[in-house]
């Protein structure tokens, strides 16, 4: 599900940790979609990240398959959608 709603939302999508902690902190995000397939200390990060700014997540299993919905040839931990 989440796969499919990433790939709906490609022209609103910001790919990586980085850039997505940034755009959160702007306050531009509806909604992340995490992997869990990536290091734990990320993922903590980036999970109280959302939950301090009051942000909604999903879970996904694969980080190769997220990139794959973002339509990058590389996995990607973290996207986000801009609203």
């Known amino acids: ?3 499919e709603k ?9 790919i ?6 940034k755009t959160m902190k702007s306050g531009e995000v509806s909604q992340i979609v995490v992997a869990t397939d990536i290091d734990s200390d990320l993922k903590v990060k980036i999970l109280g990240l959302a939950d301090q700014l ?3 997540y999903e879970l996904v299993e694969s980080k190769k ?3 794959e919905a ?3 040839e590389v996995g990607t931990a973290v996207v986000a959608i801009k609203q």
């Open 1 to 3: 599900m989440s796969y």
């Open 6 to 14: 990433v790939t709906q939302a490609k022209d609103r999508l910001v």
């Open 16 to 21: 990586g940790i980085k850039q997505a902690s």
């Open 54 to 56: 009051n942000i909604p």
């Open 65 to 67: 398959r997220l990139g």
């Open 70 to 72: 973002c339509g990058i």
